[in-house]
């Protein structure tokens, strides 16, 4: 009675300290560490909970959401735990300790708690020193109020006798008298009795310890104690029973288990709980008129503590596990919960087709006046409603119910994924289901929407315009001392009525570019004079055909391939490391362009010219130098309109000498015989582009003939005004 009195002024006072109004949200913990909870309620509320030494062990406890101390006090009460105020932190410990200075006198305050700890917290209170030999390892229960500390450290190791509590000016011994008191407590006569195969013991009072040894004695056996608590036993009387057995009812006594191994039995030490759990049993409590989360969330806190519960959502019972007793106060509560409230009952409603979320959302108000509880389990729902009302819900789920068509849709141009990616706005990405091919994905709905889906993928659902780009790269001779000829006849030719000029543009023609059309007759006439006295230069004619928005990529260079040297750190000399590498230089062109609704075509060019240096001696450690132009551009153009990008400029620099024969080869004089003439010749490459929609192939004669109409047309008709 004093230790639930100092339990419940402790929890008082805990009640009342200002931290403010602290929620936590709804945990729940199974056989977890007591000092895990803690920090975790701690984490949860924003508070420092700082659990002691003495706090040991696991624990099951369900928090619902509510303040912090009302958590708090349900649980330190479950678990005989004390809490004090320290600063802006609480101190949790199983020891309640005060001392009242002015009169001396100390209070004390545990449950199960090793008398060792109990002796160190007696000593913090009081702010004395106290010296003890080697105690026993043994949990003692204490609640004493306004003693002496003297008389406190009799009561202390009242249990032990043969210890005594001697006082000195400044600090108290705990000293150990020897083994006359210990033989005084030992009984008279061998508790342990051995018949055939069976043993009994009669015990009045004794030693752990000793009783441990004349058990094993009597049985032959060997064992290994690595329990250090020697508790005091009293009132053990067994008969005929087989040695383990006998053996697991003396450890119980102790707080202590045992395991074997290579013909010896080792002692160690086992928490109550433990012990407690081979006469655990798990029993499903079903409910009928609840939903077992919140019967479980009901339970007081002095239930949860001595058994452990588990929600089965899906078949909506509770799981308990613990011992007769404590399933026994279980079982007897849940069946006050589990009544009808006002006639009506928790009914559960499995569906086949649709999904419960959304029938839940579609389920009218007077049929449900509470809102229903989805299953994880299953796609299922329960609903608290009276029995008459059951029926008018099932004749609802019956017409709602239903198994949704499926119907096929089958493209054409588009792949399925792009569809399934981005389906119409009249439809949801549920109701189209991948079929595997792709180019077919099934709809599920009704005829109605399947028309409308219809109608809409038949405006998406078209082939995608291909752009086709005739692409001509020319390198321009800008130097001034190359000679120019003109290479262009004329003559006259009768065709029809009409007097008409041939222009001679044999090498223009060999291109598959059609620069006449493009560029008109004069700059084709230009442009072929230049390549016929080499001072233009055919880099690229090509064509590129790709979708609407894709990337398209020519290519035209040339790669030096070499072997990676190194210097030997012994010898000092260049050896290979047998690693190639190489160094690629030339035209690289990069095109991306897409449609847009007007016809337009936008495009993303980027062009690099690289060019690779006169060879060095790479044996000799260095490698050809290269130089590099790049220019990356973006435009936007109607289809069949050219686009010219130059920019890339690269000037070369040589230089020759020329000297009188053997004259010129004389040291120092030999100057006066010869001289070096430097020359500089700058570069320009220019690229020619026309994109031209199509959106499908076309036969070549159809494309010969269209170039050889633009031909005559602008070079011998002339371009109409």
């Known amino acids: 009675m004093k230790s639930a009195r100092c339990l419940c002024l402790c929890l008082g006072a805990l009640l009342c300290l200002p931290l403010g109004a602290q929620r936590i949200r709804q945990m729940e913990f199974r056989n977890q560490n007591i000092v895990d909870i803690l920090l975790a309620l701690g984490e949860a509320s924003g508070t420092a909970i700082l659990p002691d ?122 000293r150990k008298i020897g083994t006359e008191a210990r033989q005084s407590a030992s009984p008279s006569k061998p508790a342990v009795a051995k018949s055939g195969e069976l043993y009994s013991l009669d015990l009045d009072k004794g030693r752990f310890s000793d009783l441990v040894a004349q058990l094993f004695s009597a049985a032959g056996k060997e064992y290994s104690l690595l329990a250090r608590g020697d508790a005091a036993l009293e009132s ?103 009544r009808p409230l006002g006639g009506r009952s928790y009914h559960r409603f499995d569906l086949r087709y649709a999904k419960a979320k959304d029938l839940v959302a579609l389920l009218p108000a007077k049929l449900a006046p509470t809102p229903p509880v989805l299953l994880p389990e299953g796609n299922a729902f329960l609903l608290l409603a009276p029995d008459e009302a059951v029926g008018a819900v099932e004749e609802f789920l019956r017409l709602a119910d239903r198994k949704s068509e499926g119907f096929p ?60 780009y005739q692409l001509l790269v020319v390198q321009y001779d800008q130097s001034t001392n190359l000679n120019w000829t003109r290479n262009i006849s004329a003559s006259s030719a009768d065709r029809g009525s009409s007097g008409t000029v041939a222009l001679s543009l044999s090498r223009l023609l060999s291109l598959s570019f059609d620069v006449v059309s493009q560029f008109g007759a004069l700059f084709a006439a230009q442009l072929s004079l230049e390549l016929d006295e080499n001072r233009a230069q055919v880099f690229a004619d090509t064509t590129l055909t790709g979708l609407s928005g894709q990337e398209l990529k020519f290519q035209n260079t040339n790669t030096f391939r070499y072997r990676e040297i190194e210097i030997n750190a012994t010898t000092g000399q260049l050896q290979y490391t047998g690693a190639t590498s190489s160094i690629t230089s030339g035209l ?43 220019v990356a551009t973006q435009l936007r153009t109607r289809s069949g309109s050219p686009v010219v990008i130059g920019g890339l400029l690269e000037r070369t620099v040589s230089t020759a000498r020329k000297k009188v024969p053997l004259l010129g080869d004389i040291p120092l004089l030999g100057a006066l015989f010869a001289d070096s003439l430097r020359t500089a010749q700058d570069n320009e490459i220019v690229l020619y582009i026309v994109p031209r929609v199509t959106y499908g192939g076309e036969a070549s004669e159809a494309l010969l003939r269209e170039r050889l109409d633009s031909l005559y047309d602008s070079c011998v008709r002339g371009r109409p005004e």
């Open 53 to 174: 030494e003495t706090v040991s062990g696991s624990a099951s406890f369900y928090f619902a959401e509510s303040e912090l101390m009302d958590a708090l006090a349900l649980f330190l009460s479950a678990y005989k735990l004390y809490a004090t105020r320290s600063g802006q932190a609480i101190r949790v410990s199983r020891i309640q300790s005060s001392y009242d200075r002015e009169r001396r006198l100390v209070s004390l305050a545990a449950e199960d708690v090793d008398v060792q700890l109990l002796v160190r917290a007696l000593a913090k209170a009081i702010g004395a020193t106290i010296l003890f030999d080697p105690l026993p390892r043994a949990g003692i229960s204490v609640s004493i109020e306004a003693l002496a500390p003297e008389a406190a450290l009799g009561i202390l190791v009242k249990r032990f006798p043969e210890y005594r509590v001697e006082a000195g000016d400044s600090c108290y011994y705990l």
């Open 588 to 630: 690289i062109v990069g095109i991306s362009g897409w449609v847009s609704g007007d016809g337009m075509i936008t495009m993303s060019v980027a062009a690099t010219v690289s060019k690779q240096g006169e060879s060095a001696a790479v044996d000799g450690g260095s490698l050809p130098s290269t130089s590099e132009k790049v």
């Open 409 to 468: 849709i089958r493209l054409k141009y588009m792949r399925s994924d792009e569809l399934l990616k981005n389906p119409p706005p009249s439809v949801g990405k549920d109701e189209l289901v991948d079929s595997g091919f792709p180019n077919l994905v099934f709809f599920v709905g009704s005829e109605d929407r399947r028309r409308l889906l219809l109608r809409e993928v038949g405006l998406v659902d078209r082939p995608r315009p291909q752009i086709r």
């Open 236 to 338: 053990l009387h067994f008969s005929g029973r087989p040695f383990d057995e006998l053996l697991r009812l003396v450890l119980e006594q102790g707080g202590a288990d045992f395991v074997q191994s290579g013909g010896v039995y080792y002692i160690f030490e086992a928490q109550r709980k433990d012990l407690l759990r081979r006469l655990s049993r798990t029993v499903v409590v079903p409910l009928k008129h609840v939903a077992a989360q919140e019967a479980a969330g009901l339970l007081p806190a002095e239930l949860s503590s001595v058994s452990q519960l588990k929600v089965d959502r899906g078949g909506n019972s509770i799981l308990v596990t613990g011992t007769e007793e404590a399933i026994a106060q279980v079982r007897d509560f849940l069946a006050l919960l589990d």
